[in-house]
């Protein structure tokens, strides 16, 4: 996979760099990756592709009923194997098991996309406008990813793991959402992600003289 370098990304990216809202700061970051395997990402590729061929022998329910027939077509082997790759170099201190990683992506639509940046992104779209000309946040993105990897002709993936297994949280992280846009004739992955972190969890803020840094589990029983 190599990094590629698109014009388009640059301003929104730029506003995503560190969004101070107050008492929460958004963050995002969209970057393109072709499919073409550099030295350390053939071996990789292969261990992958042999880690699921491992999985499927053992697997006494790998028929048409089971979940993971998606896994038995050689070109969803492939896919599954660059959204891997691509969560590797986007991540590149965590190292990601391509059945863990497998547990949690799921195909996306526009539409389903659309829902949840409306929702979430909800505050960085009045900056945005407030700010910038030419369109919505969300009309900007959707022209950035469409000269990149032409949405038309894209999968659209979500990984969504547990708390034990996404590289993205950071202390203070109120949610995170990490989305793939693959379109296999360009063999062109663009990853989209964007999260949201308290700051009064950043700046060491205390409650009750108690400091987060000596209670770093105070969100654990919270549902946010």
């Given amino acids: 996979m190599k990094f590629l370098e698109y014009t388009p ?21 969209l970057e393109a990756y072709s499919c073409k395997h550099t030295g350390i990402d053939k071996k990789l590729s292969l261990s992958l592709e042999n880690e699921i061929l491992d999985y499927l022998g053992k697997s006494s329910d790998a028929d048409s009923s089971s979940p993971d027939e998606f896994l038995l077509s050689r070109s969803s082997r492939k896919t599954l194997i660059y959204l891997v790759l691509t969560l590797n ?14 547990q949690f992506f799921t195909e996306e639509t526009w539409d389903s996309f659309k829902q949840i940046f409306d929702a979430y992104m909800l505050e960085a779209s009045k900056e945005w406008i407030e700010n910038n000309e030419g369109g919505s946040l969300l009309e900007m993105t959707y022209k950035a990813l469409d000269e990149v990897v032409k949405l038309a002709e894209c999968e659209i993936y979500s990984y969504n793991p547990n708390s034990d297994a996404d590289p993205s949280i950071e202390r203070g992280a109120i949610w995170s959402f990490n989305f793939f846009f693959y379109n296999r004739k360009l063999k062109r992955v663009v990853s989209f992600r964007f999260w949201c972190l308290s700051n009064l969890v950043a700046e060491g803020f205390h409650l009750d003289g ?5 209670d770093g589990d105070i969100f654990d029983n919270m549902d946010i």
């Fill in 9 to 29: 990304f640059e301003r929104l990216n730029d506003f995503l760099s560190h969004l101070n809202l107050g008492e929460r700061t958004i963050k995002g970051c």
């Fill in 89 to 102: 170099h986007v991540y590149p201190d965590y190292d990601f098991s391509a059945m863990k990683a497998h």
């Fill in 210 to 214: 108690i400091g987060y840094e000596e």
